[in-house]
Protein backbone atom coordinates (compact mmCIF):
# COMPACT_ATOMS: atom_id res chain seq x y z
CA UNK A 1 0.00 0.00 0.00
CA UNK A 2 1.28 3.31 -1.00
CA UNK A 3 1.08 6.31 1.84
CA UNK A 4 0.66 10.11 0.34
CA UNK A 5 1.19 13.28 1.77
CA UNK A 6 0.41 16.48 -0.61
CA UNK A 7 2.08 19.60 0.37
CA UNK A 8 2.38 22.79 -1.37
CA UNK A 9 -0.45 24.37 -0.84
CA UNK A 10 -1.15 28.48 0.30
CA UNK A 11 -2.54 31.24 -0.19
CA UNK A 12 -2.37 33.25 -3.59
CA UNK A 13 -3.52 36.01 -5.64
CA UNK A 14 -5.18 36.03 -8.88
CA UNK A 15 -2.81 35.30 -11.79
CA UNK A 16 -0.12 34.05 -9.54
CA UNK A 17 1.28 30.53 -9.18
CA UNK A 18 1.63 27.13 -6.95
CA UNK A 19 3.25 23.57 -7.17
CA UNK A 20 1.54 20.95 -5.10
CA UNK A 21 3.55 17.88 -4.71
CA UNK A 22 2.57 14.37 -3.67
CA UNK A 23 4.73 12.47 -1.91
CA UNK A 24 5.00 8.75 -1.71
CA UNK A 25 6.35 6.34 0.82
CA UNK A 26 5.78 2.64 1.09
CA UNK A 27 5.64 1.66 -2.46
CA UNK A 28 7.71 3.45 -5.59
CA UNK A 29 5.35 6.10 -7.35
CA UNK A 30 6.38 5.27 -10.55
CA UNK A 31 4.73 1.82 -10.65
CA UNK A 32 1.04 3.79 -10.13
CA UNK A 33 -0.91 6.11 -12.53
CA UNK A 34 -1.41 9.22 -10.00
CA UNK A 35 -3.63 11.84 -10.39
CA UNK A 36 -5.16 15.35 -8.83
CA UNK A 37 -8.35 16.12 -7.87
CA UNK A 38 -9.91 18.80 -6.00
CA UNK A 39 -12.95 19.60 -3.75
CA UNK A 40 -14.55 22.96 -3.04
CA UNK A 41 -16.92 23.83 -0.39
CA UNK A 42 -20.50 22.99 -1.19
CA UNK A 43 -19.31 20.71 -4.27
CA UNK A 44 -18.28 16.94 -5.51
CA UNK A 45 -14.77 16.32 -5.74
CA UNK A 46 -13.47 16.43 -9.40
CA UNK A 47 -10.38 15.50 -11.49
CA UNK A 48 -8.62 18.10 -12.11
CA UNK A 49 -5.54 16.30 -13.96
CA UNK A 50 -3.52 12.77 -13.90
CA UNK A 51 -0.33 11.01 -15.49
CA UNK A 52 -0.41 7.30 -16.11
CA UNK A 53 2.94 5.13 -15.31
CA UNK A 54 4.13 5.24 -18.85
CA UNK A 55 4.29 9.42 -18.68
CA UNK A 56 0.71 10.06 -20.32
CA UNK A 57 -1.89 13.13 -19.18
CA UNK A 58 -5.03 13.63 -19.18
CA UNK A 59 -6.43 17.67 -18.21
CA UNK A 60 -9.79 18.96 -17.26
CA UNK A 61 -10.56 21.47 -20.01
CA UNK A 62 -11.21 24.26 -17.05
CA UNK A 63 -7.16 23.91 -16.20
CA UNK A 64 -5.85 22.87 -19.73
CA UNK A 65 -3.01 25.34 -20.85
CA UNK A 66 -2.64 26.58 -17.04
CA UNK A 67 -1.79 23.28 -14.78
CA UNK A 68 0.70 20.50 -15.49
CA UNK A 69 1.09 17.07 -13.69
CA UNK A 70 4.85 15.69 -13.58
CA UNK A 71 6.28 13.47 -12.56
CA UNK A 72 9.93 12.56 -10.70
CA UNK A 73 11.01 9.06 -10.23
CA UNK A 74 13.60 9.73 -8.01
CA UNK A 75 11.90 11.47 -5.72
CA UNK A 76 9.04 9.32 -5.84
CA UNK A 77 7.08 12.40 -6.01
CA UNK A 78 4.43 13.89 -8.74
CA UNK A 79 3.76 17.09 -9.02
CA UNK A 80 0.93 19.43 -10.01
CA UNK A 81 2.14 23.47 -11.29
CA UNK A 82 -0.60 25.68 -11.48
CA UNK A 83 -0.07 29.11 -13.27
CA UNK A 84 -2.36 31.53 -13.90
CA UNK A 85 -4.79 30.42 -10.84
CA UNK A 86 -8.31 31.93 -10.68
CA UNK A 87 -10.63 32.13 -7.52
CA UNK A 88 -12.67 29.47 -9.04
CA UNK A 89 -9.58 26.97 -8.28
CA UNK A 90 -10.10 27.68 -4.70
CA UNK A 91 -10.52 24.02 -3.15
CA UNK A 92 -9.14 21.39 -1.01
CA UNK A 93 -6.17 19.28 -3.93
CA UNK A 94 -6.07 15.63 -2.86
CA UNK A 95 -3.80 13.15 -5.02
CA UNK A 96 -4.69 9.58 -5.63
CA UNK A 97 -2.14 6.55 -6.41
CA UNK A 98 -3.89 3.14 -8.68
CA UNK A 99 -1.83 1.02 -8.94
CA UNK A 100 -2.69 -0.22 -13.21
CA UNK A 101 -1.63 -2.95 -15.01
CA UNK A 102 -1.21 -1.32 -18.32
CA UNK A 103 1.19 1.53 -18.36
CA UNK A 104 -1.02 4.00 -20.46
CA UNK A 105 -4.20 3.64 -18.09
CA UNK A 106 -5.18 6.34 -15.68
CA UNK A 107 -6.18 6.10 -12.09
CA UNK A 108 -9.30 4.92 -10.67
CA UNK A 109 -10.41 7.14 -7.80
CA UNK A 110 -12.49 3.77 -6.44
CA UNK A 111 -9.40 1.73 -6.07
CA UNK A 112 -6.65 4.23 -5.36
CA UNK A 113 -5.02 5.27 -2.50
CA UNK A 114 -5.18 9.25 -0.79
CA UNK A 115 -3.44 12.04 0.79
CA UNK A 116 -5.06 14.29 2.92
CA UNK A 117 -5.31 16.89 0.81
CA UNK A 118 -3.97 20.26 0.74
CA UNK A 119 -5.69 23.76 0.83
CA UNK A 120 -5.36 26.30 -2.63
CA UNK A 121 -7.18 29.84 -1.62
CA UNK A 122 -6.70 32.18 -4.58
CA UNK A 123 -7.55 35.45 -3.60
CA UNK A 124 -6.96 39.05 -3.79
Known amino acids: QVQLVESGGGLVQPGGSLRLSCAAS????????VGWYRQAPGKQRELVAA???????NYADFVKGRFTISRDNAKNTVYLQMNSLKPEDTAVYYC??????????????????WGQGTQVTVSS
Open 51 to 57: ITSGGST
Open 96 to 113: TADRRFFSDSYPRPEFGS
Open 26 to 33: GSALSIFA
